[in-house]
C-alpha cells in the first residue's frame, strides 16, 4: 500500500521502491516526524484550515501511531512521512487533510534540523565531560614532568598538565564551533511547502516555536533546498574526531615504547596468541573512525556540490551520513572521555625521559645568550656540541665558543640543568610555570561552568517549548 500515486497509473517497479525508500535509515526522525506532524495539525487549526474535529482525530491517530512505534509502519513506502500519514489515514478520514499547505519537502527539512539539533547537543555535552576530565587530569600533574616533542623528537621538558591543557584548549574549540552551528541548524523550515510556500496561510513563527526553534528559515526556497546544515553538522563531527583522534595517537604512542601510560583493562584488549599483549583498541578505534567520518564529509559534499534548486531526491543519501557520522563523534567522545579519566600516568618514567635526547640544549642556548653572544651563535655552539655528542661541560662550551669568536664564562653549576627548573622557568603567559597552569586550569574550570549552564539553559527552552506542543495537543483532545 503506497499512498502517493495521484499522477502515475501504474504501482511503482518493487526493486525501484526498495531502491528509492529510505524507511531503513527513517526510524532516526520517527518520533520528531510525530512531533512536526502535531505542530502542523496545530498550525492548520489556528490558522482556520481545518475544524477542532479534524485536528482533534488526526492528533489522537498521531498519539497512536507513535505508540504503536515505528517498527508498526507499513514496509511498502517511499518514507517515513508517507508511512505515518498512512497510518493516520487508516484510523480516520480526516487523516487525508493532515498534508493541507505542507510537501513532504518541507517536512522531511523540519525534522532533520530537529534531529541535528538534538544530536549535536549530545556531542556538545560529550565534549563538556571530556573537558571536565581533561581539567581534572592536569589538576592533579601539575606537578608532572614530562618529555615534549616536535617532530616526534625529544624537544624539550615540559609539564603533563601544561600538555593535557593543550588538549582540553582544542576540544574547547570544537565546543565552541558546534554552538555556533546550532544557531543556524536551529531553524524551522515548516510551512514552505514544496519550495515556493502555499495559498494557505500559516502562522510559520506559531510552529516554529511549538517545535522549539528560536526561528525560521525565511526564504521557502532556500528552506527545503538547503542541506548546508547538515554538511555543517557532519564537518563538527569530522572536527571533533580529528581532536579525538590526536589525542588517541598519543595513548597509543604514550602506552608502547614510550612507556608514559598503563591503559585501564577496560579499554583495551589481548592478543589471541600472545598472552602478554594488551592493546589500544579503542583508541585505534577512535583514530580509524575519525577516517571515515572524514569520507562522511566528503561524501555529503560531493552529493551537494551543483544541485540545481530547490529539492532533489540526492538529498535522501545525505541523511544516513549525518546520521552515522554524529553518532560516531558522540560515541567516541564518551568513550575518550571514560579511558582518559583511568588512565595511569608513570611520572617517573615521565621525569626520567623528561631530559633525554639533549632536551636541555635549548636551556644550554638560552644561558649563552644571556651571557651576551647572540641567540643564532649560541645555537650554533650548542649545535655543534650536540654534532660531536660533547658533554655539556663548562670546558666544552668555552672551547667551541672561542672557535667562532666569543669568550665565555661558565660555571658548572650553571651547566646543572634540572627539568623542574627549566619547565618553572617558562613563566611567560601560557607557559609551563606552576603558577601559569594554575591560573589557566581555574581559567577554564570557570569557562567550562558558564558553557555548562549555557548548554543547560538550551536543552531547558528548547523542552519549555516541546512541552507547549504537548499541553496544545492534549488541551485539544480533552476539549
Not at 579503542?282 to 540545481?308: D, F, H, Q
Not at 635549548?362 to 651576551?372: Q, R, W
Amino acid at each position: 500500500m503506497t499512498v502517493i500515486r495521484s499522477r502515475l497509473k501504474k504501482e511503482m517497479d518493487k526493486l525501484a521502491l526498495d531502491f528509492s525508500s529510505s524507511l531503513s535509515h527513517d526510524q532516526k526522525i520517527f518520533y520528531y516526524d510525530i512531533l512536526v506532524d502535531i505542530a502542523h495539525v496545530l498550525g492548520l487549526l489556528k490558522c482556520g484550515h481545518i475544524d477542532k474535529e479534524d485536528a482533534k482525530e488526526i492528533i489522537k491517530a498521531l498519539f497512536e501511531v507513535r505508540d504503536a512505534g515505528y517498527d508498526s509502519l507499513p514496509k511498502d513506502c517511499e518514507d517515513v512521512h508517507e508511512a505515518i500519514e498512512a497510518e493516520v489515514t487508516k484510523r480516520t478520514p480526516a487523516g487525508k487533510k493532515m498534508h493541507t499547505a505542507r510537501s513532504r519537502n518541507d517536512e522531511v527539512a523540519t525534522c532533520l534540523r530537529m534531529f541535528t539539533r538534538d544530536k549535536l547537543l549530545s556531542l556538545a555535552f560529550s565534549l563538556l565531560e571530556l573537558r571536565k576530565v581533561l581539567i581534572d587530569i592536569a589538576e592533579n600533574h601539575v606537578d608532572t614532568i614530562m618529555p615534549g616533542f616536535t617532530h616526534l623528537q625529544y624537544a624539550q621538558p615540559t609539564v603533563l598538565a601544561h600538555h593535557v591543557l593543550a588538549y582540553h584548549d582544542m576540544i574547547e574549540r570544537d565546543f565552541e564551533r558546534i554552538m555556533d552551528a546550532f544557531k543556524r541548524v536551529n531553524l524551522s523550515p515548516l510551512g514552505s511547502a514544496a519550495f515556493a510556500s502555499t495559498s494557505f496561510k500559516l502562522d510559520r513563527r506559531y510552529t516554529a516555536e511549538l517545535l522549539g526553534f528560536d526561528g525560521i528559515v525565511e526564504n521557502s526556497c532556500d528552506a527545503v533546498a538547503s542541506r548546508d546544515f547538515l554538511i555543517e553538522s557532519v564537518f563538527m563531527s569530522a572536527s571533533a574526531m580529528l581532536s579525538l583522534s590526536r589525542i588517541a595517537e598519543e595513548l597509543i604512542l604514550w602506552c608502547s615504547e614510550f612507556g608514559f601510560i598503563e591503559l585501564p583493562d577496560e579499554y583495551a584488549s589481548s592478543s589471541s596468541i600472545m598472552p602478554q599483549k594488551k592493546n589500544p583498541d579503542i583508541a585505534e578505534l577512535i583514530r580509524a573512525k575519525t577516517g571515515r567520518v572524514l569520507g562522511n564529509l566528503a561524501g555529503v559534499m560531493s552529493i551537494y556540490k551543483a544541485m540545481p534548486f530547490t529539492y532533489n531526491r540526492d538529498f535522501q543519501e545525505m541523511n544516513p551520513i549525518m546520521f552515522e557520522s554524529l553518532e560516531i563523534a558522540d560515541v567516541s567522545a564518551i568513550l575518550m572521555a571514560r579511558m582518559l579519566e583511568k588512565v595511569e600516568f608513570r611520572k617517573d618514567i615521565m621525569l626520567e625521559k623528561a631530559l633525554k635526547g639533549f632536551a636541555h640544549a635549548t636551556e644550554l642556548a638560552d644561558l649563552i645568550t644571556k651571557k651576551g653572544v647572540p641567540f643564532r651563535d649560541a645555537h650554533k655552539i650548542v649545535g655543534r656540541l650536540v654534532a660531536e655528542s660533547l658533554e655539556f661541560t663548562a670546558e666544552n662550551v668555552k672551547k667551541i665558543a672561542e672557535e667562532i669568536g666569543y669568550e665565555i664564562e661558565l660555571s658548572e653549576d650553571e651547566l646543572k640543568f634540572d627539568a623542574k627548573k627549566i619547565v618553572e622557568s617558562r613563566d611567560n603567559l601560557g607557559g609551563t610555570s606552576k603558577s601559569e597552569i594554575l591560573r589557566m586550569i581555574e581559567v577554564r574550570k570557570d569557562k567550562l561552568e558558564k558553557d555548562r549552564i549555557m548548554l543547560a539553559e538550551i536543552v531547558d527552552r528548547i523542552s519549555q517549548k516541546l512541552e507547549m506542543l504537548y499541553d496544545e495537543a492534549m488541551k485539544l483532545l480533552k476539549d
